[in-house]
């Protein structure tokens, strides 16, 4: 062993300076990046893709400068009551409730809407509709309503003379990190029931429409509420280097990101490092397995309404047994121009070798009209995809789009899953019960059933506000299910009461 200096801070970057990986591997600095980094900015690394990051020092400082008053309002919580946040999640969703007072937030999100499109880029859940700011305001009441609360006994050990209470304490700051989708920022918030408080950082797209949210909602109900200003902020930056300052930020108990998949990983990366509990979801996509014994009828329903909008547990991945293959490949087909159709839409298919060979003929030569973030295209309604590709999550806009695949097999389906999904979603078509008992042993996934995908979300599946779901891509969670709720961030504390004056060790 060999004694060091205390380390100095990393003031310039020369082109060609070698910087090393886990302890194993290394990178060079280019040229780009030594010529832009300068004093008070700091270098993160991901250590998968090799890919150095520059995070500025004027990042640092709004990252820096919102976590610590996050971390101050932590504090501040303690102080306040129950009644509070509860009065704090009413007065926010009557604020978006209200016509006069959410016009803003609307027209702030029009014109995020125009400049995306502008772009080329995605707008499907950029659109703050009726009916996504109608569920955030359903999202805020149900926190409200919330039965969750910060002090809640978990377990009492009885000794002679003396009892041990488990009690759920609040965990404190939470970092959350999505892409251009206003209402996580409702979802989010949820974390302040349980006494937490949280930073957000939104996505470019989006965050016209997350700073009027917070100017017109979120800080007058702080306010009014009287909990502290720093409980919900917003990192006010469209920088991706502000992402990497806050997930760096050794002061968040928990980071949370959503998004695409890439962008996810090198944030969970960069969290890591830090030391800092991740909690991530970039890659989505569910999968259908059909079985020899599958029901058509039931097949048909399954496909048609796991597509009916693009999210995570949109139906992504069709696999189909070979002996029933010339039979239900067609209703595939039929069944996900029937979901486009009610779109409005046509729908897009990709097929694998063992798949094209029981795609009826008149299907070959078909055309199809495929809506995309960069405007519509003239596309084959099915055209064949390597079965490497199988992993591809396609993000489609107006027209539902999927990957069939034909497999010897339920288990063959359930070994090119646990390959190449992100462990996310599965589902079985199937008549039997050994054979879903078999299934859900089998493959590598948090959310399991035996029809439609799109069941996976917390509210509509288990009745309570979800802050984010978790796939397996990146491993099984410790002590906890893959939807992440209120009721998911908090710690543990202990409380002791002593009735024997004279109990000792």
């Not at 504090?75 to 509860?86: E, K, M, R, V, Y």
């Not at 030391?275 to 097949?299: E, I, K, N």
């Not at 590709?389 to 806009?397: N, S, V």
């Not at 069939?404 to 589902?427: E, G, I, Q």
Request: hydrophobic share 45%; proline share 4%; with cysteine.
């Amino acid at each position: 062993m060999t004694s060091a200096s205390r380390p100095a801070p990393l003031a310039s970057l020369s082109a060609g300076q070698v910087i090393i990986l886990d302890g194993d591997r290394y990178v060079t600095v280019g040229d780009e990046l030594a010529a832009a980094f300068r004093p008070g900015d700091r270098l993160l690394a991901d250590p998968a893709s090799g890919t150095l990051l520059h995070v500025p020092a004027d990042e640092l400082r709004v990252a820096s400068n919102a976590v610590g008053a996050a971390a101050d309002a932590f504090a501040g919580l303690a102080g306040c009551s129950d009644d509070q946040i509860t009065h704090f999640f009413d007065a926010f969703a009557d604020r978006l409730a209200d016509p006069g007072t959410v016009a803003p937030v609307v027209a702030a999100n029009g014109l995020d809407v125009e400049r995306a499109r502008e772009r080329g880029r995605s707008t499907t859940r950029l659109e703050l509709t009726p009916s996504m700011l109608h569920g955030m305001i359903d999202g805020l009441r149900g926190w409200a309503a919330s039965a969750l609360r910060r002090d809640e006994r978990l377990d009492t050990v009885d000794h002679d003379g003396w009892t041990v209470e488990a009690r759920r304490a609040p965990l404190g700051v939470v970092g959350f990190v999505f892409e251009g989708r206003p209402n996580v920022f409702a979802d989010a918030a949820g974390v302040v029931r349980t006494g937490n408080t949280v930073v957000f950082r939104i996505g470019s797209d989006a965050l016209g429409t997350a700073s009027a949210i917070v100017e017109h909602a979120l800080q007058p109900a702080l306010a009014e509420s009287g909990l502290p200003e720093g409980a919900v902020s917003l990192v006010d930056s469209a920088a991706h280097a502000a992402g990497w300052a806050l997930f760096s930020d050794r002061r968040l108990s928990l980071a949370v990101a959503r998004g695409s998949g890439p962008a996810v990983a090198q944030l969970g990366a960069v969290a890591r490092q830090a030391g800092v509990p991740v909690s991530l979801h970039g890659t989505g996509g569910a999968w259908l397995v059909a079985a020899a014994d599958a029901d058509r009828d039931r097949f048909a329903r399954v496909v048609r309404h796991s597509l009916d909008r693009k999210v995570c547990n949109t139906l992504n991945v069709c696999c189909i047994v070979a002996e029933r293959a010339a039979e239900l490949v067609p209703v595939l087909l039929d069944a996900a121009t029937g979901a486009a159709a009610a779109r409005g839409a046509d729908a897009r298919v990709h097929a694998t070798a063992a798949a094209m060979a029981h795609v009826p003929h008149s299907a070959h030569d078909r055309r199809a009209s495929v809506h995309r973030a960069d405007g519509t295209h003239d596309e084959p309604f099915v055209s064949e995809i390597d079965v490497d590709a199988l992993g591809h999550e396609w993000e489609w806009e107006g027209s539902p789009e999927l990957t069939l695949h034909v497999v010897a097999d339920v288990d063959d389906a359930v070994a090119a899953c646990n390959r190449y999904s992100p462990r996310f979603v599965a589902s079985l078509v199937s008549e039997s019960p050994d054979l879903h008992d078999r299934f859900y042993a089998t493959v590598d996934a948090p959310f399991v059933g035996d029809g439609f995908t799109r069941w996976v979300d917390g509210q509509y599946a288990l009745g309570t506000p979800e802050l984010g779901l978790s796939n397996w891509e990146a491993g099984r969670l410790l002590g906890r299910g893959g939807i992440l709720s209120g009721d998911g961030v908090h710690t543990v504390r202990y409380r002791t009461t002593v009735a024997d004056a004279d109990l000792h060790r």
